[in-house]
């Protein structure tokens, strides 16, 4: 399993490599992996004058699963659009086809008093949101600015969804669903949107192919709502990719803890992104104080997505949970009580724990 590192900028370097620490640790205890390391974003910028340089495109391309920190910087804020390191990312994802953008919003119950919800309301929650990421408003055409028949100005886009790019994003909520709780809810405006109506009859119909998986519908209004009455009601959200791209903002949030959130963008075959969902922390890069948990528990994830090895992703998670029960801390989340430990000393408390 060839896995291609991506550190990137800023804080990117220092918490990717205690992900790589644990990985190593999992590969000496017999888990078959190869790390090979690239420049991306501002380091690729400053080594190839790309954010996406050739040889990390092709190494990202040849790889199994791709494992990045985080890219841009203030350094790099004043370059010409497509030389800036937000668009390496951007290219990245459509290179690869990472259609299906899955995010979990997990609050460790030693974190409770981070998440802006009454304890009661969100202690114990464990949701996933799968969004569609290429498809949509965002990529509809036509799209534009013209004058209507009274001469005024106006903007429009176009909301579409083809039947197979709802079938496979379906199969990535029902896949997700099965590996977790078995409960999907599908998020969609059924109500007004005809791409809506069309979404829900093609989602009912893959659901006869997932038998165990018990499949709701739920309007986007309705389940905005939701995620912070009782966030707990949901396992697997899957939903296209405007509804998603707020849903999954609003349900990350719950958890109030940004270096502590993982993320995967998956293409066709499983292969996948796997991405912590912070940037890259340009305020406290070179400090060794970043949290380097969002990106360990990205790298469990590529471990149970792309690779299938539930059991080695689920040894990864057990170690944070009980980093997090025995009191360690990274600055961002420490509360007094517990002990505040730095990037490394947090890595190398979790390869303990393994
Ligand atoms: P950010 O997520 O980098 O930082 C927001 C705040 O959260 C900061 O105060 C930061 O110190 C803190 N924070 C983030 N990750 C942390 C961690 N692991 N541990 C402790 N604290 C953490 O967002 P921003 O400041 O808006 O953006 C900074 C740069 O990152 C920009 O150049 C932006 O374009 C880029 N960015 C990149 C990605 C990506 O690579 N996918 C995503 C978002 C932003």
Not at 48 to 70: F, H, I, M, Q, R
Request: proline share 5%; with cysteine; aromatic share 6%.
């Amino acid at each position: 399993m060839k896995i291609a590192v991506l550190a990137g900028d800023g804080i990117g370097p220092e918490i990717v490599a205690q992900a790589v620490k644990v990985l190593r640790a999992l590969a000496s205890d017999g888990l078959k992996i190869e790390l090979e390391e690239a420049p991306f974003g501002g380091a690729g910028f400053d080594r190839y004058g790309d954010p996406l340089p050739e040889s990390t495109l092709k190494l990202a391309k040849a790889a199994d699963a791709v494992l990045c920190g985080a890219v841009g910087g203030p350094k790099y804020d004043g370059l010409p659009r497509l030389q800036r390191p937000e668009q390496g990312i951007l290219r990245i994802r459509k290179e690869l086809g990472l259609f299906a953008n899955l995010r979990p919003a997990v609050l460790y119950p030693e974190l409770v008093g981070a998440s802006s919800l009454k304890p009661e309301v969100v202690s114990g929650l464990d949701i996933m949101i799968v969004r569609e990421l290429t498809g949509d408003i965002y990529f509809g055409e036509p799209r534009g600015r013209r004058d209507n028949a009274r001469g005024e100005r106006e903007g429009y886009d176009t909301m579409l969804y083809s039947e197979p790019e709802i079938r496979r994003i379906a199969e990535i909520g029902f896949g997700a669903a099965r590996k977790r709780n078995k409960k999907l809810c599908s998020v969609d405006k059924e109500n007004v949107l005809e791409t809506s109506r069309f979404w829900r009859e093609i989602v009912n119909d893959v659901a006869r192919k997932y038998p165990e998986v018990a499949l709701s519908h739920m309007y986007v209004d309705n389940a905005a709502m939701q995620l912070v009455r009782d966030p707990k009601q949901f396992d697997v959200v899957v939903t296209g990719n405007m509804f998603g791209d707020i849903l999954s903002d609003e349900a990350s949030m719950l958890t109030g803890s940004i270096g502590m959130l993982p993320s995967a963008s998956l293409d066709e075959r499983g292969k996948g992104l796997y991405e912590p969902i912070h940037g890259s922390a340009p305020d406290i890069a070179g400090q060794n104080i970043a949290n380097p948990l969002a990106t360990i528990l990205s790298s469990a994830m590529m471990l149970r997505y792309t690779f299938n090895k539930d059991e080695w992703a689920y040894r990864i998670e057990a170690a944070v949970k009980k980093v997090l029960a025995d009191g360690c801390r990274t600055a961002d989340i420490y509360e007094t009580g517990t002990r505040r430990l730095d990037t490394v000393a947090m890595g190398d408390a979790v390869l303990a724990a393994l």
